[in-house]
């Protein structure tokens, strides 16, 4: 992403050196527990490559949509610091701002929430607003994560890094922490300076571990994925990792482990096709659905919390320019989890729009493996945001 204010293509600071198995594809998620409310709609443009959109309705206290000054700015002590977080250079990077900042005074959407960036703010510096603020500090709270080094060797190789292939790995990751997070901790929950942590907050962060102690490592994800041929090394497109989620969901539950958060929380890939790299329309049939969460509660209940991954063809050499005004839309929807989304070979994870520009958290950054430990409210998290 170039600028936050000027014309923007989806594109990766840094590139991978995987090679692409698919066209142009999306993956769309969204998960249920609750009823959808009502959105409006938004147009947007320039999007290349391939994408992975997501929707949870299983917030537990959702803030308003278009509310944006409550946001949680002076509970948790972050004003005096989001000046030094907006200057920073990987913020920058990430959000893709100029230097002096935002220049657009047209509303932000982030993951279902509406930020009215020009509501007090000065003309020429829409950045320095309330709204923009809040954003600064709702895309703070995401989490990243990103390519890592130095972890025990996956399975039966000598990979100890996934630097170069790993990106739609950890894209994947990102967004399944995003629905946790929210399902746990509620959409309006925000990070904060303060410690102790919150147990459930860390207990996720280390779901998403570098080791097969955790339950939703690349180690175990690569395990899971065989037979839609993930092996270390390669990258994978974007229906397979749909695939793998929804095998690695079922496996945690048969084994039944008290402690794992998909235990409570399904996954289910919406395909119009058995293969849904050849493409075809994908129907959601609540009766398929319903059916699937019964089987998944062990026939207790007829409805559980729901991830949604919708893979789509959208084009083979490029993104048909009539499904993009639809993507944007999408991220207006109270239950929406992002999209994967970038070009063959090279994913980010898309979370945020504005006008024609996305905001997206980068996994190409390569960072040392970080232990976190679910009962130490203690530890350093500042790998799993950007700073």
């Known amino acids: 992403m170039k600028d936050l204010c000027g014309k923007t293509e989806f594109r990766s600071e840094r590139s991978s050196k995987g090679s692409s198995d698919s066209p142009d594809t999306l993956a769309t998620s969204a998960s249920s527990e609750a009823g959808a409310s009502s959105y409006n709609q938004k147009k947007s443009s320039v999007w290349l490559g391939f994408f992975v959109s997501a929707f949870s309705v299983f917030d537990n206290s959702s803030a308003p949509r278009g509310e944006n000054k409550d946001c949680c ?34 509303d932000i959407w982030l993951l279902g929430i509406c930020y009215n960036v020009g509501e007090g ?14 954003f600064v500090e709702d895309f703070s709270s995401r989490i990243l994560i990103t390519y890592r080094k130095g972890f025990t060797p996956i399975g039966e190789s000598k990979y100890t890094s996934d630097v170069g292939w790993g990106c739609m790995v950890r894209s994947g990751q990102m967004l399944v922490a995003q629905a946790l997070l929210f399902h746990h901790l509620g959409r309006s929950w925000r990070k904060t300076l303060d410690k102790p ?47 793998t989620w929804e095998t690695l969901a079922w496996s945690r539950r048969k084994e039944n482990v008290d402690d794992d958060h998909l235990s409570v ?57 009539r499904y993009i005004p639809l993507l944007g839309d999408t991220f207006q929807f109270p ?34 493996v970080a232990e976190i430990g679910k009962e130490n409210l203690e530890c350093d998290t500042s790998t799993y945001h950007c700073k």
């Not at 972050?78 to 230097?99: A, D, E, P, Q, Y």
Request: net charge negative.
């Open 73 to 106: 700015t002076k509970n948790h002590g972050w004003t005096v610091n989001l000046r030094r977080v907006l200057n920073s250079g990987s913020m920058r990077r990430i959000l893709g701002l100029h230097k002096t900042g935002c220049s657009s005074s047209s």
């Open 121 to 134: 703010s000065s003309l020429s510096d829409p950045s320095q607003s309330e709204g923009f603020a809040s």
């Open 197 to 243: 942590m919150e147990r459930k907050y860390v207990e996720i962060l280390h779901s998403f571990g570098d080791s097969e102690s955790s339950p939703y490592s690349i180690h175990n994800l690569l395990e899971a994925g065989k037979t839609c041929g993930l092996t270390p090394g390669s990258w994978v497109g974007p229906y397979a990792m749909c695939r």
């Open 265 to 321: 929380v399904s996954i289910y890939v919406v395909s119009g096709d058995e293969n849904g790299e050849r493409g075809g329309a994908p129907v959601v049939c609540v009766e398929d659905i319903s059916r699937h969460c019964f089987e998944y509660s062990r026939g207790q209940v007829d409805w559980i919390p729901i991830i949604l991954l919708v893979p789509l063809v959208l084009g083979l050499d490029k993104i048909n320019p």
């Open 335 to 368: 239950q929406s989890l992002g999209i994967l989304g970038g070009r063959p070979g090279a994913s980010t994870y898309i979370i945020g729009l504005q006008d024609e520009n996305a905001f997206y958290l980068d996994p190409h950054e390569v960072q040392q």
